[in-house]
């Protein structure tokens, strides 16, 4: 069986832990800041776990992850 292709664009945006939870950055921080207060935007820098159901779509884009 040949071996299975990792999606790049999925391997960019997420990271699998070694718990097998997926690490990924917060949308909402690319522009249209101004609006936006500083506590939200400082909030959006944190890293968050993607929840139980999406996690396996990406586990599926990332064999190897």
Same mark, same amino acid.
């Given at each position: &069986? #040949?071996?299975?292709?990792? %999606?790049?664009?999925?391997? @960019?945006?997420?990271?699998?832990? /070694?718990?097998g939870?997926i690490? &990924? #950055?917060?949308?909402?921080? %690319?522009?249209?800041?101004? @609006?936006?207060?500083?506590?939200? /935007?400082?909030q ?22």
């Open positions: &069986m #040949p071996k299975m292709k990792t %999606r790049k664009a999925a391997a @960019k945006r997420f990271k699998v832990m /070694k718990s939870k690490k &990924m #950055p917060r949308a909402n921080k %690319r522009h249209i800041l101004t @609006k936006k207060s500083t506590k939200r /935007k400082r959006l820098r944190r890293t968050e776990y993607l929840g139980r159901g999406d996690a396996g779509l990406v586990k599926r884009l990332l064999p190897y992850g």
